[in-house]
T-cell receptor, first 111, second 113 residues
Framework: DQQVKQNSPSLSVQEGRISILNCDYT??????FLWYKKYPAEGPTFLIS?????DKNEDGRFTVFLNKSAKHLSLHIVPSQPGDSAVYFC??????????FGPGTRLSVLP | DSGVTQTPKHLITATGQRVTLRCSPR?????VYWYQQSLDQGLQFLIQ???????AKGNILERFSAQQFPDLHSELNLSSLELGDSALYFC????????????FGPGTRLTVT
């Protein structure tokens, strides 16, 4: 039972354009949602988070949007840079307990 | 560099064997998490420790066990290994048990032959 889904295994975007990565969840008990970035041969790196009581959080080029009624969140990267090429994991925290990760989306930013 | 260290980096062993993976959290972090990432899959939460005590349990097999020592480093023990246990095993740490921001180590790649 996949509680956190990332239905696009991969995404290609031109440098300078917007990257939009999507994530859907099924569990209404999640209190925090997070995005992690992972480069090959490294562990995931925390990118940005959003509380379940908010609908938007922005940090520089990265913005996360949360639509609770649709159980959907998205990560926007503007403008996209070649260094953003990585695997992006959506994750959710189960009210202070365990974390559930999605399968990841591989983003390729083309120069 | 996240400040979380994991050893060894790679491990190759045979079915039926037992291995121990080690993790040192970031300085000051009290909580340690273990995750398994199989090929092309997301990270599966295994177990969390906070200041030496088990805090939360995920999909951890009975053949697997973990502990966190007084110096806060943690070990994940995998026994009676099967081919399907081949995966990347990540350790992460956070300041306390309620923090949502985790810092991940580089992982240990386990290959069971």
């Amino acid at each position: 039972d996949q509680q956190v889904k990332q239905n696009s295994p991969s995404l290609s975007v031109q440098e300078g354009r917007i990257s939009i990565l999507n994530c859907d969840y099924t569990n209404s008990m999640f209190d925090y949602f997070l995005w992690y970035k992972k480069y090959p041969a490294e562990g995931p790196t925390f990118l940005i988070s959003i509380s379940s009581i908010k609908d938007k959080n922005e940090d520089g080029r990265f913005t996360v949007f949360l639509n609770k009624s649709a159980k959907h969140l998205s990560l926007h990267i503007v403008p996209s840079q070649p260094g953003d090429s990585a695997v992006y994991f959506c994750a959710a925290r189960n009210y202070g307990q365990n974390f559930v990760f999605g399968p990841g989306t591989r983003l390729s930013v083309l120069p | 560099d996240s400040g979380v260290t994991q050893t060894p980096k790679h491990l190759i062993t045979a079915t039926g064997q037992r291995v121990t993976l080690r993790c040192s959290p970031r300085s000051g972090d009290l909580s340690v998490y273990w995750y398994q990432q199989s090929l092309d899959q997301g990270l599966q939460f295994l177990i969390q420790y906070y200041n030496g005590e088990e805090r939360a349990k995920g999909n951890i097999l009975e053949r697997f066990s973990a502990q966190q020592f007084p110096d806060l480093h943690s070990e994940l023990n995998l026994s009676s290994l099967e081919l399907g246990d081949s995966a990347l095993y990540f350790c992460a740490s956070s300041v306390d048990h309620s923090s949502y921001e985790q810092y991940f180590g580089p992982g240990t790649r386990l290959t069971v032959t």
